[in-house]
């Protein structure tokens, strides 16, 4: 499956007043997106910086919106970190050319374009003062823009702030997309690895208190494919194992001297190599001990294991031929 972002950072305004994270945001967030953690191709990206080798006008980005989406059936991202600019008739993301009468493009133009288009999912990211306007058609809302979206089915939208707040700089990078990387590094992936949408923004959210910029999501998803694949706590041939030990959800495996290689004499390297793997889902929090807490007395005691509620959620999927 063919996955393509069109990746915008503008630190440079001819008309007001310039930035200074948006380039580093936008340059983080191709080399992020473009691979997953084993290096394997994720997002082929383009990547669009002002100050660059070309000016980022109104008409260009508009330009590079119909060619993102095009006849397109897979699946697109595009991000944006630069200035953003509310006006009576909805958000505007402002171009290098914008001034305070003619700000740039519309918010709701990606969105409908994306609502358009033919690719089987879309996912906006934008990191700008007022972002939580994408989405919210004003036309729907006698003038407003706030509490209501308009996404077809597979769109989906990560804004910084509510339609009414300004999104922060912080650290050389915009608050929230510094959040957004931290997430796609690992920080919001699950047990395989995964990090979705969903998981990105409540990451995200989580991180931010009553006082800060508050991020928004917006989705009509009837699936949650992942944005970018980390390094797995468990991996499948792992998980794919379960019944072999676990014949039901309830199951208790019992454990004894033979299982710990420290027992010299009498550890049985098959048994030492079950223990290593049960190690590793009780690090990923699938299984645990029966009494106390430690796999290395369950084992001299001859003690049981058993799955947690989420080592049970991961043997469902693999009965049911999920993973």
Not at 144 to 162: F, K, M, N, Q
Request: hydrophobic letters at 40%; one cysteine or more.
């Amino acid at each position: 499956m063919a996955k393509r972002a069109l990746i915008v950072g503008i630190n440079h305004y001819e008309h007001v007043n310039s930035l200074t994270g948006c380039v580093p945001d936008a340059t983080e967030m191709q080399s992020v997106l473009s691979r997953h953690w084993d290096g394997s191709s994720n997002y082929d990206c383009r990547l669009l910086v002002s100050p660059g080798p070309a000016p980022i006008t109104k008409a260009f980005l508009r330009s590079q919106w119909r060619e993102l989406f095009g006849d397109f059936r897979d699946d697109v991202l595009f991000y944006f970190s630069g200035h953003g600019c509310p006006t009576e008739v909805g958000g505007y993301l402002v171009t290098q050319d914008g001034t305070s009468d003619d700000p740039g493009l519309p918010m709701e133009n990606v969105v409908t374009m994306a609502n358009s288009s033919s690719a089987r999912t879309v996912l906006l990211i934008l990191d700008c003062c007022f972002s939580g306007s994408l989405g919210n058609p004003a036309s729907l809302q006698g003038g407003t823009v706030e509490d209501r979206a308009l996404l077809r089915e597979g769109v989906t939208i990560l804004a910084a702030s509510r339609p009414t707040e300004v999104s922060v700089e912080t650290g050389g990078h915009g608050l929230f997309t510094n959040l957004v990387l931290g997430a796609l590094r690992g920080g919001a992936a699950d047990v395989r690895g995964r990090v979705s949408a969903a998981s990105i923004y409540a990451y995200a959210e989580a991180a931010l208190g009553a006082w800060d910029q508050r991020p928004l999501y917006k989705s009509h998803a009837a699936r949650l494919d992942p944005v970018r694949l980390c390094e797995p706590k468990v991996p499948d041939p792992l998980l794919r194992e379960l019944p072999n030990y676990f014949p039901r959800a309830d199951h208790e495996y019992r454990l004894d001297m033979t299982y710990e290689e420290t027992n010299l004499g009498a550890a049985v390297p098959a048994n030492v190599a079950i223990f290593k793997k049960f190690k590793q889902l009780q690090i990923a929090g699938l299984l645990r001990p029966k009494a106390g807490s430690d796999l290395y007395w369950t084992a001299e005691r001859s003690g049981r294991v058993l799955l947690t509620d989420l080592g049970k959620f991961y043997l469902q999927l693999v009965n049911n031929n999920r993973i």
